[in-house]
């Protein structure tokens, strides 16, 4: 699976946009790219995944740039239980265990 | 919403002690997950479970390690002779193989402490 980059931490103002970077420049054409994030020690939780397209849910956008070596995830009002680590990874959609490699993510803190 | 239940939620038990941790995944789900997180660190996955064998372990996963889907519903994580070391956050998750785009759901996991 690609590697992927995420700064460590980041802030965000309650009410405003959370916009939240990854650099996956090794990508394969044939992996998608996820985001799940974890609320201090819950389970992992699935936000958004996305090939080539910008996506949207009602959790969340992602923008993904046309080369694909770069994602954003963005959260549209940003509220204090959004606080978490969130976690950029890509993965190849169909392998047989479609485990997920998790990385050190980005700690985003939601400040009132 | 269906979801991925746990039990105990914390589990405490003394080095070389055997543990069974427990897992209800969703009910139409076929592929089953053991993760791990020590405190502060990454989740690391331990071990994917298809059609009632192992499909892939990772380093972890060693001979102290097995898992067990004794019924239909139930999915178990046996530490048999446990280290100090095996204290961490234990999540299962599960996929269902006709999911389109494959997204994992974790359960709430379990806190095992080893004394």
């Known amino acids: 699976d690609a590697k992927t980059t995420q700064p460590p931490s980041m802030d965000c103002a309650e009410g405003r946009a959370a916009n939240l970077p990854c650099n996956h420049s090794?990508?394969?054409?044939?992996?998608?790219v996820y985001w799940y994030r974890q609320i201090h020690s819950q389970g992992p939780q699935y936000i958004i995944h996305?090939?080539?397209n910008n996506e949207t849910n009602e959790m969340a956008s992602l923008i993904i740039t046309e080369d694909r070596k770069s994602s954003t995830l963005i959260l549209p009002h940003a509220t204090l239980r959004d606080t978490a680590v969130y976690y950029c990874?890509?993965?190849?959609?169909?392998?047989?265990?479609?485990?997920?490699?998790f990385g050190a993510g980005t700690r985003l803190f939601v400040k009132a | 919403e269906p979801e991925v239940t746990q039990t105990p939620s914390h589990q405490v038990t003394q080095m070389g002690q055997e543990v069974i941790l427990r897992c209800v995944p969703i009910?139409?789900?076929?592929?089953f997950y053991w993760y791990r997180q020590i405190l502060g660190q990454k989740v690391e996955f331990l071990v994917s479970?298809?059609?009632?064998?192992?499909?892939?372990k990772s380093e972890i996963f060693d001979d102290q390690f097995s898992v067990e889907r004794p019924d239909g519903s139930n999915f178990t994580l046996k530490i048999r002779s446990t280290k100090l070391e095996d204290s961490a956050m234990y999540f299962c998750?599960?996929?269902?193989?006709?999911?389109?785009?494959?997204?994992?759901?974790f359960g709430p996991g379990t806190r095992l402490t080893v004394l």
């Open positions: 479970f298809y059609n009632n064998e192992i499909s892939e």
């Open positions: 998750a599960s996929i269902s193989q006709g999911s389109s785009y494959n997204e994992q759901f």
């Open positions: 990874i890509v993965r190849v959609g169909n392998t047989g265990g479609f485990k997920t490699i």
């Open positions: 090794t990508i394969s054409g044939n992996e998608y």
């Open positions: 996305g090939l080539k």
């Open positions: 009910s139409n789900h076929l592929y």
